[in-house]
Structures are given as structure tokens and as C-alpha cells.
């Protein structure tokens, strides 16, 4: 499992079939003042359609993330699966005993969510903690290797992980992770949690409201006690999302292969499925058109191709793993970040009768990528729970993160 460093390089011919596709794009029509109503407005998606085919500067971008982002490969051996080439940023501190910390993505992210925090986690400081970070491209996403055989679900992506920081040389690490992050690192928590991952912070906390059957205290508890006004505004911002939101899901949780003809044939198509995405669970973020371009573009020219990752989708919840809360307690400490734009907020309490909960941070604002919509709050949450005074201080023996 030797490591192999690693630049992105996209071929001259790739960014010309983009552009040959672009010039050949067939927009829809659109309903007179439908806005957001139905989707990525027409407007917008022409805006950037000609943004990318003829201003944007991909080479620009490549060169930056080459020059910001430490990257390498290195084959991963996953059990009963082929061995997998993964992808990975990989940024050590200056100080000798930073913490190791794991970040995992979601869909529609990918290693990039991790550009802003790098420089803040790896700081050194007296003030606070410093980490090593590492952020793989999962399988299917990004320069990873996508999986070839079916049933690849959320253990594999765990060990795929875990594997991975043991490589780097983290016998002991702690995670952070939202949207399949928080699922994975979950799963990381339940396999590994104790001798190698010691502790887990999310920004996108997920549980089941208590049943009678499995905790009737609880339940009794949920029945007579009221929500506060986060948790309602929480609550009602779960009930759009599961109403107005989740089409996408059924889709790529049912039937993937069939949207992943569209999306790996168009350009177009691809930049509208995930631009919805980018404007609907932010929180007012100001995206720059570079930035979203820059977002598609490692999915358009990713290793596998749009299609792969969302095959994560179907696998992990056809597998149940998705909805199994309630049923154990993960004993590793939690820390948990609110964000009152993320696209599922449930109570707290919820969140603690199914975890060992330590940290908790409440904002006034931001949504789903707080890596890169939020960075300086997030990383401020990393420094809290893990420096001194912090709830999982010392949580890595030996590895403090100060000088």
C-alpha cells in the first residue's frame, strides 16, 4: 500500500470535449416568473453554461489545488471487494503531536469542502489544537477509484478509511463529517470505535425520534416536553426538505444508473442537478460562478465519472444502514455542530439518547457544507471540543495538538 504523490491533470482533449458538449447544449424552456419554484432557473444555468465554455479558466484552478492541497493515491485492500486506488489530501501540522483527524464528504461535495479548513486545523497555536488532516476522496468520487462489484456499502466505505489513517501511520484519530460522512464516520464509530477512532464530530446530526417500544422513558419524555423555537425552526426546515427537497434521492437511492446517463453525457445537466443543490442548502451563500464551476468540474472530471457516485445511494439504503438509530448506544464521544440552514435538524435530544454527546455548538447561521460555507466556525468547533478545557481533550494519547 504504498503512497504515490499526486497532481490533477486534465488533459487538453478532456477540457475540449467539454467545451464541444457545452456548445452543443439544448436548454428547456421555462414557465414565465417560476424563480426557484422549479428548479435551477433557466437564466442561471445559461449564465454559467457560458461561463464555463467560454471565461472559465480551468487551468487556473487546477494549478491552485495542486499548489494548496498536499494530494497522493495508495491501493486500499476492502474485504470480499477488489482493491480500490483512492485519492486523498493529506496535510500535516508542524506540530509533532497535532492531532490526526480524518474529514469524510458527502454528495454533492467531494475532497474540495476540505480546501478552506486546511489552513486553519493545521496552524499552530497556543491558543489551540492542531491537527494532521486527511480527507479522502471516497470511492466513486473525485480521482478515486470507483467499486465494480455491487453490495458496496457503508462498512466498506469505513474501512476503506480506517485503512486508509492506519496507512498514514494514525493507529488513533478522531473523524469529522457531514452528509455520507456522518454516516460513514458513524459506521467508523461502531467497527473501530475505542482502540483506533477515539472520538467523532458531525455537522450533520441524524437519529430517530423515541419509540415506546425501545425506550419507553424517552418516549414519555418526547410526549410531555416542548420544543424550543431552534428546534421548531429545525423541525419545519426537515419537513420542507422531506416535502419540496428529496426527489433527487429517490432517484439515485432507486434507480442511479438511469440518471447517471444524463449526467455523464451532459455538462449541463450535471451543473443544474448539483447547482440546485448548492443554492437550496446554503444559507444565502454567496456562490461566485468560478466556485460553483470549479465544484462541478471534479465531478465532470472525476476518475469514475458523475455516475459512481451516486450509486452510494442505493447501496446504503437498501442495506438499512441509513435508518439504523435507536438500537445501540456509540460510546466514542460526539461532538455536534448546528446550522439552522442544514437540510435536516433534529432535536438534541434525539441527537444524545444515541450518542455519547460531549460538544455541542449552535449557529446563527449557515447550512449543509459548513467546510466551506462556514470554515472558521467549524474549525473553531474542532478547537473547542479538542483543546484544553475541551470536552475530548487528550482524547489521542500522546497527541495533544499543541507544541
Not at 70 to 76: E, L
Not at 168 to 183: A, K, P
Not at 267 to 277: D, S
Not at 279 to 305: C, K, M, N
Amino acid at each position: 500500500m504504498s503512497e504515490t504523490p499526486f497532481s490533477i491533470s486534465i488533459t487538453d482533449q478532456q477540457l475540449e470535449t467539454l467545451r464541444q458538449k457545452l456548445e452543443l447544449t439544448i436548454f428547456p424552456d421555462e414557465l414565465d416568473d417560476a424563480g426557484w419554484k422549479y428548479g435551477a432557473p433557466l437564466a442561471h444555468v445559461k449564465r454559467l453554461v457560458q461561463r464555463w465554455k467560454d471565461g472559465y479558466n480551468w487551468r487556473k484552478y487546477e494549478s491552485e489545488l495542486n499548489d494548496e492541497m498536499p494530494m497522493f493515491t495508495r491501493d486500499i485492500d476492502v474485504q470480499g471487494f477488489d482493491k480500490l486506488n483512492i485519492h486523498y489530501v493529506h496535510k500535516k501540522s508542524d506540530v509533532v503531536d497535532a492531532i490526526p483527524l480524518l474529514f469524510c464528504h458527502g454528495w454533492p461535495g467531494s475532497f474540495y469542502e476540505v480546501r478552506k479548513l486546511l489552513p486553519l486545523l493545521t496552524a499552530s497555536s497556543p491558543k489551540h489544537p492542531s491537527f494532521h488532516v486527511v480527507a479522502l476522496s471516497l470511492p466513486g468520487y473525485g480521482f478515486s477509484e470507483a467499486p465494480r462489484k455491487q453490495g458496496f456499502s457503508g462498512v466498506q466505505y469505513a474501512e476503506v478509511a480506517h485503512k486508509l489513517m492506519l496507512a498514514l501511520g494514525y493507529n488513533e484519530y478522531v473523524t469529522q463529517g457531514g452528509d455520507w460522512g456522518f454516516f460513514i464516520t458513524r459506521k467508523m464509530a461502531t467497527l473501530y470505535g475505542g482502540k483506533h477512532h477515539k472520538a467523532w464530530h458531525t455537522n450533520f446530526p441524524v437519529g430517530s425520534p423515541p419509540a415506546f417500544t425501545k425506550n419507553p422513558i424517552s418516549f414519555l419524555g418526547f410526549l410531555v416536553t416542548p420544543f424550543s423555537a431552534e428546534e421548531k425552526a429545525g423541525l419545519a426546515r426537515t419537513q420542507w426538505f422531506r416535502t419540496q427537497g428529496m426527489g433527487y434521492l429517490a432517484e439515485q437511492s432507486t434507480q442511479p444508473q438511469t440518471l447517471g446517463y444524463s449526467l455523464s453525457d451532459s455538462p449541463a445537466g450535471l451543473l443544474a442537478w448539483i447547482y440546485e443543490k448548492l443554492h437550496h442548502w446554503t444559507d444565502q451563500y454567496p456562490w461566485e460562478d468560478d466556485e460553483v464551476l470549479t465544484w462541478v468540474s471534479i465531478y465532470w472530471f472525476s476518475r469514475a465519472g458523475p455516475t459512481a457516485s451516486l450509486r452510494i445511494y442505493f447501496e446504503l439504503v437498501n442495506s438499512k444502514e441509513t435508518t439504523d438509530f435507536g438500537n445501540f448506544l456509540l460510546k466514542i464521544p460526539m461532538g455536534v455542530s448546528f446550522f439552522p440552514k442544514e437540510v435536516l435538524i433534529i432535536p438534541r435530544a434525539w441527537v444524545r439518547r444515541e450518542n455519547h454527546v460531549v460538544s455541542e455548538f449552535c449557529h446563527e447561521s449557515g447550512g449543509h457544507f459548513a467546510a466551506h460555507e462556514k470554515p472558521e466556525e467549524l474549525a473553531d468547533d474542532l478547537r473547542k471540543m479538542f483543546g484544553k478545557g475541551g470536552a475530548a481533550y487528550g482524547v489521542v494519547p500522546g497527541k495533544t495538538g499543541y507544541a
